[in-house]
């Protein structure tokens, strides 16, 4: 009986053990699988975080992801949700974003009282064109700037800028894109955008540490060299940064004209090179070649007689420049105090055609054979005395050098004035978005007038910011 009462026992107890075992090894499993599932979502989340951020820092100027770092914020998976609807959430979310554009827009206004007549502008011995000059008298809306970006795919980001004029008018200063699916530090660039050349040419305006352009962009660039075409930059795999870039395209823009041809009107060439000493100093260094066609390039230019006669020039436009920045912060922390000196040195050559009197208002008009080398440069020096505030100094001068007018010499020629001007100034930015500023300048730009300036001006920027360039 006893025996009897133990089988019995035992086999009921295996009957009720064996489904509770059965019941254990399913609900591990289901575990396991979904803890599998939960780490492949995160690593490919992680995954497709990390590759977005390569092609972000690709997307950035060399000297950009140099001086500023892009973080993304890494998403959490609430413990409850399935994976399987995480992946599809993460998926739609990153086709719902990766169309819509960062937006910004720069707002800049200003106050001027000048003592000469902005109209008669001008700088002796010089051909000039493009926009130059220190604007309007008086209350001003200036250039303001309307900005889209956004990475179009894995392969490629783009951006689109446009200026809006106190003219009430829109054009387009910038609509590029840059492939940023190469490896090996090359990132190419092509449609409109502001060359690479020398220091300060490829920053917006509203970077800039003064109002106004220095005299030497004024001459041999119009203010700033715009290209619509193609450019391809390089940056070496070495603890030096070292950045070679080229350039070609329709040559549209001062010194160059639309020439209505075929192939390339313009090319450009440039070498920066630079780095770090300490952890409170650093620095670039760089030389730039821009060569530009131009095809009747109009100029108002005052003859030996003191008349306003219209110039069109038809040739080759060479220009070298030379650039330097030094950048001081103690520590590396420019919050509270920094010091930045910049300089660039121009030398230009033009040859071929001038025709003076173009329009034959004198009865004059002649054309002839055309040689020209001409020289600039600037100095400045901004210093950051405490957080939100600076002041700056700038000098810049001209050389109109030796030019050969050939058998337009009894009209044109005779300048001996080099121009030049001093100017001042001290600006408040209480945060990375706004700044207000105040500059004094002293401009000697013709040899009978000498104007003295005073600026206001305001820059606000609303939205979406990237990071500036070194």
């Not at 009957?15 to 492949?40: G, N, S, Y």
């Not at 001027?112 to 064109?129: E, I, K, N, T, V």
């Not at 055309?370 to 901004?382: A, H, I, K, T």
Request: charged share 20%; proline share 5%; no cysteine.
């Amino acid at each position: 009986m006893s025996n009897r009462l133990w089988a019995h026992g035992a086999l009921a107890l295996a009957l009720v053990a064996t489904p509770a075992a059965a019941a254990t090894d399913a609900e591990l499993a289901e575990i396991r699988e979904q803890i599998r599932a939960l780490k492949a979502n995160y690593e490919s989340r992680i995954g497709a975080l990390e590759h977005r951020l390569q092609d972000a820092e690709r997307a950035m100027a060399p000297s950009d992801a140099r001086s500023a770092a892009l973080t993304e914020p890494v998403a959490t998976v609430p413990p409850t949700e399935a994976p399987s609807t995480a992946a599809v959430s993460a998926s739609a979310s990153t086709r719902s974003s990766a169309f819509n554009p960062a937006i910004s827009v720069v707002l800049q206004g200003r106050y001027a009282d000048l003592s000469q007549d902005p109209d008669r502008y001008a700088l002796a011995g010089f051909a000039s064109g493009g926009e130059i000059g220190p604007g309007p008298r008086g209350f001003s809306l200036a250039e303001s700037e309307l900005t889209f970006s956004a990475s179009v795919d894995h392969l490629f980001a783009a951006n689109l800028t446009f200026a809006l004029s106190p003219e009430d008018t829109v054009s387009v200063e910038e609509a590029f894109a840059v492939l940023t699916g190469l490896e090996n530090g090359l990132a190419p660039k092509f449609g409109r955008f502001l060359s690479a050349i020398g220091y300060l040419n490829e920053q917006h305006r509203h970077v800039w540490d003064f109002v106004d352009a220095p005299l030497a962009y004024e001459a041999f660039l119009g203010g700033q060299y715009r290209n619509d075409g193609l450019q391809l930059k390089w940056v070496a795999p070495t603890d030096q940064f070292i950045e070679l870039g080229a350039e070609i395209g329709r040559s549209d823009f001062f010194p160059g004209t639309a020439t209505n041809r075929n192939g390339v009107g313009s090319a450009a060439l440039y070498a920066h090179t630079g780095g770090d000493v300490g952890t409170s100093h650093s620095w670039r260094a760089g030389v730039s070649y821009l060569r530009t066609r131009a095809a009747d390039r109009e100029s108002l230019q005052p003859d030996r007689a003191g008349n306003e006669a219209l110039t069109r020039y038809t040739g080759h436009s060479d220009v070298v420049i030379a650039d330097f920045v030094w950048k001081y912060a103690p520590h590396g922390n420019a919050r509270d105090t920094s010091v930045k000196v910049q300089g660039e040195y121009f030398w230009r050559r033009e040859r071929g055609e001038l025709a003076y009197d173009a329009d034959g208002a004198l009865g004059l008009t002649n054309s002839a054979p055309y040689d020209s080398r001409q020289s600039g440069w600037y100095l400045q020096g901004v210093y950051q005395f405490m957080p939100a505030w600076r002041v700056g100094a700038r000098y810049d001068r001209l050389d109109p050098g030796t030019v050969d007018y050939t058998q337009n010499a009894p009209y044109l020629g005779g300048v001996d004035t080099r121009p030049q001007r001093t100017s001042v100034m001290v600006d408040w930015s209480p945060s990375e978005f706004s700044r207000l500023r105040l500059q004094l300048a002293r401009a000697k730009t013709q040899a009978d007038a000498t104007d003295n300036q005073f600026f206001l001006q305001y820059i606000l920027t609303l939205g979406a910011h990237g990071a500036h360039r070194f």
